[in-house]
């Protein structure tokens, strides 16, 4: 699993764990909670620890499982979190606050970069989008808006399969190139 799996629903889970420790829930069923909460990568990681306890592993170790396996650094921080809490009892939701803070900092930041790397891209497509198509059909016309011409010293208009070829082959590279912009702005997502 990547570490944008493990982000998305982070903040979610955190601000729902910090609201379940708060009201009073032990750690063990604010786990269960989660893990059957829809939270992504993060319930399934809780299902598969809970599933270890209930077979007679303790908390603390699927907890460390669970560290050595997570990629996001803000997960990995809940993770240590919650077995120093289980191991020497230490105040969760402060900690829990501050990272809920922090990873929401980081989405921010985040998307600041992603809007940044992609400011001008929509009038960059829009200008390819409609200039390459414009161009492209005035020289595919154009041996018949030059035809008269012909005939002219000095004057040479290309034969009309040429200049098809030319608007056929412009557009389909303006399609390559539109394509080519949309995945390289996918590949950018930041997944927040």
Request: hydrophobic share 40%.
């Amino acid at each position: 699993m990547s570490q944008q799996e493990e982000d998305i629903s982070l903040i979610y889970a955190l601000r729902g764990i910090q609201v379940l420790i708060g009201a009073g829930v032990g750690l063990e069923s604010t786990m269960t909670h989660i893990a059957k909460g829809g939270y992504g990568k993060i319930s399934t990681d809780f299902s598969k620890a809970l599933n270890g306890v209930n077979r007679g592993q303790r908390l603390e170790d699927e907890l460390k499982r669970l560290i050595t396996t997570s990629k996001s650094d803000d997960y990995r921080r809940l993770l240590n979190s919650m077995l120093n809490n289980v191991s020497s009892n230490t105040d969760l939701i402060s900690s829990l606050e501050q990272q809920a803070s922090r990873a929401e900092e980081n989405r921010t930041d985040r998307l600041k970069r992603y809007i940044e790397d992609l400011s001008g891209l929509p009038e960059k497509a829009l200008i390819l989008g409609f200039l390459a198509p414009l161009i492209c059909g005035l020289a595919g016309i154009a041996p018949f808006l030059l035809g008269g011409l012909s005939g002219v010293p000095g004057v040479s208009v290309p034969p009309v399969e040429t200049m098809m070829f030319f608007y056929k082959g412009g557009l389909f590279a303006t399609i390559g190139l539109l394509v080519m912009m949309l995945l390289g702005a996918k590949s950018k997502d930041p997944g927040v």
